[in-house]
Structures are given as C-alpha cells and as structure tokens.
C-alpha cells in the first residue's frame, strides 16, 4: 500500500511525526532541511556555497509535481524534519531503476525515521514494479548504512575519491541497491 495520505506515526523517543506525501508548497521548507543538512559538511556531497535555496526550491517542486518520482516528508509539529526521494530514470535501458535519497534533520535521527522512509520507498518501488532501487552513501556513515542493509539492501561497489570536498580533500561514494524481486527482505 503506497502512502497517499498523512499517517501519523511515534518516534522511538515518543516524539510524534506525520509521514505523508510531499507538495509543491513544500519546496521552500525542504530546500531549508537539505541547506541545514548540507551546512553540516559531512552528510550530502554539494557544498553549501554550490546550490542557491531559491533554485534548490524550484528543482525539489519540479520533482515532487512528477508523477513517476516518489517524494514524501517527515513532519513534526508543522515542521519538515526529514524526506525520501525515489527518482526512476526515464530512459527505456534504464526505467526499471530507482535513485533513492534521504534526508534526516539533526535531531531526529536515531529514532526511527529514516528506517521509516526507507521502508515507504520500498513500498511504493515494489508497488511500481521497478527491478532495482540504488543509492549513493559516504562509507562513514554507519547510520545510514545500517539502516539500507537492515532493509535489505546490499552493498555494489566503491567509487574511490569521487567526490572532491572543499580543501581539496577526495571522499569516496559506497554503492547500494535493493532488489525487490529478491527474496524475501529484497
């Protein structure tokens, strides 16, 4: 059952949350949460000099308007405090693969969310019959991690220094995807 609607949910630490599906009025209060994020410096590969809110904005509401994209929120007292993305790509060698991202505010990680929204893409990914979904994650963080593997995704490879950080300092990206035609967790 893909999530059409707000369902009301409880943290592991008793806070409540709203899971629902994304709208276009929410472009501006997530391309705030992706801003937050990106200022940590450790989480999401773009700088925080490299990517304008304004445009940001636009290109998150141009994505959650797409029919063929899954985009939901996390919300906590009227505020976006996490989101999945599932983009399928539209090309006819390629349309039955997804590209997940996520996106967790601090202060509300490690209580469920994230296993949540991973969980609801998977949902909506076997509900549309897609072969593979794929993602890109820093090998250091374990939190993430942790969470794709528990939902059944395996790890694909390692693109060595793939990124290149302010400073001048390289990261590397550990992919992984999930089957859903595989067994039962995949």
């Known amino acids: 059952m ?5 369902q009301a949910r409880t943290a592991i630490d008793g806070r409540g949350w709203t899971l629902r599906p994304a709208r276009p009025t929410d472009s501006r209060a997530l391309a705030s949460l992706f ?6 410096g450790r989480w999401l ?13 636009f290109f998150i509401g141009e994505m959650i308007r797409d029919a063929g994209s899954l985009a939901l929120v996390a919300e906590a007292d009227g505020e976006v405090v996490g989101n999945v ?4 790509d539209r ?3 390629s349309d039955h693969v997804g590209t997940l ?13 994230g296993s949540a929204l991973v969980a609801a893409a998977r949902e909506w990914s076997r509900d ?7 993602l890109g994650v820093f090998p250091d963080n ?11 995704f395996v790890r694909e490879g390692l693109r060595r220094r793939q990124y290149r950080i302010p400073g001048g300092a390289y990261r590397d990206e550990l992919l992984m995807a999930w089957f859903p035609a595989e067994g039962a967790e995949g």
């Open 35 to 40: 801003a937050a994020v990106r200022h940590e």
């Open 142 to 152: 374990e939190r993430a991690i942790a969470v794709y593997e528990h939902a059944g």
């Open 2 to 6: 893909t999530i059409t609607n707000s």
């Open 101 to 113: 991202s996520i996106c967790v505010a601090d202060g509300w990680r490690d209580v469920g969310i």
């Open 45 to 57: 590969v773009t700088p925080a000099s490299a990517v304008s809110e304004p445009s940001e904005a």
């Open 85 to 88: 993305l599932v983009s399928v």
């Open 128 to 134: 549309r019959g897609l072969a593979k979904v794929a």
């Open 91 to 93: 090309s006819v060698v």
